[in-house]
């Protein structure tokens, strides 16, 4: 007699993860060994163009001639590995990318399950923000009222440490006019402000 086995929710994911892992790495591990391949091809397509270089040397023109072929020969097969390459990495790729779509919807329903939408409650946080903000303002007048009352005999007032939209315009123009002519003294400009 047998036992069934029966896998949880859990159990399934994370086999399915590990298989998306394992399936990943034989993938890289094919890009790994194309590129190995290609290199040991490229190792001896030189060889036969230094025999080819040699066999011309001594005058030699079937045996420069077969080191030649060979050599070409390298070289299509490399290219076309070359070519199988890329195109296995762009499909990988997009594989992978076309996964994200599973993982996005399951983070959405996630997501969806926990969501709960209470309208009374955000008009109720607004209200209280807009409450905050009100308090906020006032606040701001009463600092600017006890500025004016400790600077009422000494003739400064928040308007002379901040120039106005007027006095910025200028001094842009300016600015913009010295650069233009070429002659700009940045430290004559923070003096007109």
């Known amino acids: 007699m047998g036992f069934l086995f029966f896998k949880t929710a859990k159990e399934k994911e994370r086999a399915e993860r590990r298989e998306k892992r394992h399936a990943l790495r034989r993938a890289e591990g094919a890009i790994d060994e194309v590129v190995e391949r290609i290199k040991r ?24 001639q077969r080191a030649l072929t060979s050599y070409r020969s390298a070289q299509v097969l490399i290219t076309k ?38 309208v009374e409650m955000v008009e109720d946080v607004f209200d209280e923000a807009g409450d905050i903000l009100a308090e906020a303002g006032d606040t701001d007048k009463f600092w600017a009222q ?23 315009e200028k001094a842009l123009q300016e600015e913009v006019a010295g650069k233009i002519a070429g002659a ?10």
């Open 81 to 118: 590995l070359e070519q199988k390459k890329w195109v296995f990495k762009q499909v990988l790729m997009k594989l992978e990318t076309a996964g994200t779509d599973s993982e996005f919807a399951k983070a959405l329903a996630a997501v969806n399950k926990v969501t709960n939408i209470n």
């Open 41 to 64: 091809m490229e190792k001896d397509a030189e060889a036969e163009w230094e025999r080819a270089r040699e066999a011309t040397k001594e005058g030699k023109q079937a045996a420069a």
């Open 146 to 168: 006890m500025y004016g009352k400790e600077t009422a005999g000494s003739k400064e007032a928040l308007k002379d440490h901040i120039p106005s939209m007027e006095d910025l």
């Open 184 to 193: 700009v003294d940045p430290a004559a400009l923070e003096k007109e402000l």
